[in-house]
């Protein structure tokens, strides 16, 4: 089925090293920096709903979880994220809820995996999402950034000293520790991508 109407994204360019990609293919989610702007309404098609469900439903669950703003929230169970991802966030740190010109959203740093043990944190496959809405409505505004921090491991081969539990406690700690941290600190900086998304207007 076709997962959402066609729509706008624009891919930024990255200069992030990429170690574990040096060495040939290998299977993990190195992050990646894109915006996205995805019509809510399509009048090629009778029922939006039914021809776009994974659209639809993420934009029902992201409108509520914008009117109750909490600073932790399940991934699929109370925000579907867009464009869709085969996997899901190990983590979610740095809960904000922000406006654009046109718009409110929701960002959060994560890392996406599809392991019961997902790697450690690190500047490869680190993540700043943001999810947000128009206030008329009409459009879905979906952001992703690969971003780093000079105190994480460069990349999944350099996370072997992290000890895993299946408590994922590891996890937890590294939430903790991007909490601490800076806006300033990140490459790029918090800041900076706050302010690109505040820029983000549409009709």
């Known amino acids: 089925p076709v997962e ?14 990429l170690p574990a990609l040096d060495k040939g293919p290998r299977y993990f989610y190195p ?40 600073m932790k929230f399940k991934l699929d169970k109370d925000l579907g994220e867009l464009p869709f991802n085969n996997a899901t966030g190990a983590i979610q740190s740095r809960v ?19 392991d019961r043990e997902p790697s450690p944190i690190n500047n490869e496959e680190l993540t700043c999402t943001f999810q947000g809405l128009t206030d008329n409505g009409k459009y879905y505004v979906a952001a992703r950034f690969a971003i780093t921090h000079p105190s994480l491991p460069k990349g999944i081969d350099f996370t072997r000293d992290v000890e895993k539990d299946k408590e994922l406690r590891y996890l937890k700690s590294a939430e903790q520790k991007l909490s601490r941290f800076t806006e300033d600190s990140f490459n790029p900086s918090l800041k900076t991508l706050k302010s690109l998304i505040a820029s983000i207007t549409t009709d």
Not at 42 to 52: G, H, I, Q, W
Not at 96 to 114: A, C, E, H, N, P
Request: hydrophobic share 35%; aromatic share 10%; proline share 7%.
């Open 4 to 17: 959402a109407p066609a729509h706008s994204c624009f891919r930024l360019q990255d200069k992030r090293p």
């Open 96 to 114: 904000q809820y922000l406006t654009f010109k046109t718009g409110k959203g929701v960002l959060f740093l994560t890392q996406y995996s599809q």
């Open 31 to 70: 992050a990646y920096s894109s915006v996205c702007i995805i019509p809510l309404t399509d009048t090629s098609v009778t029922d939006f709903a039914k021809s776009y469900p994974n659209v639809h439903q993420s934009a029902i669950k992201l409108r509520q979880l914008l009117k109750k703003r909490p």
